[in-house]
């Protein structure tokens, strides 16, 4: 047996995998691309890339232009229906913001903090109370009344 042989009949029999007589594929296949980030396209790019594919008379012409600029029919598609509903510019995505939902937090905020300075004026209140008695002084309650 060679040593090239010897090496694969090694790493079959090292394998968790080895019922199935294959060597596993450690190696990245170069067909494979990694994946993509997702991509946004301005409205003007939009607008150049349907004008262009717009002007494609001969067969293969498109598909020629998509591969270059790396897009799909679908982009296509789908762009001519926002050309045409007039909404060409690209959406955010994810949960709209919700207006009273700042309007909340900013007034639970606020509300907070105005907890805490009653918090310390009712500390000061009580002080002035101590010390009225501690110094037999008329407090103005007693004034008043």
Known sequence: MSRQQQDVSSRLSSSPAASNGR???????PEVM?????RQFTAAYKQVILEEADRCRRPGE???LLRRE????SHLTRWRV???AGQLEPRKRGRKANPQATEVARLQRENAH???QLERAELVIDAQ???CQLFNLPSEAE???
């Not at 990694?34 to 997702?38: C, D, E, I, S, T």
């Not at 790396?70 to 029919?73: D, E, I, K």
Request: charged share 25%.
């Open 70 to 73: 790396g897009l799909y029919s």
């Open 62 to 64: 498109v598909g020629a």
């Open 82 to 84: 926002q050309l045409h």
């Open 34 to 38: 990694p994946p993509r980030h997702r």
């Open 114 to 116: 105005l907890q805490v």
């Open 129 to 131: 109370k101590k010390l």
């Open 23 to 29: 060597l596993r594929a450690d190696a990245t296949d």
């Open 143 to 145: 004034e008043i009344a």
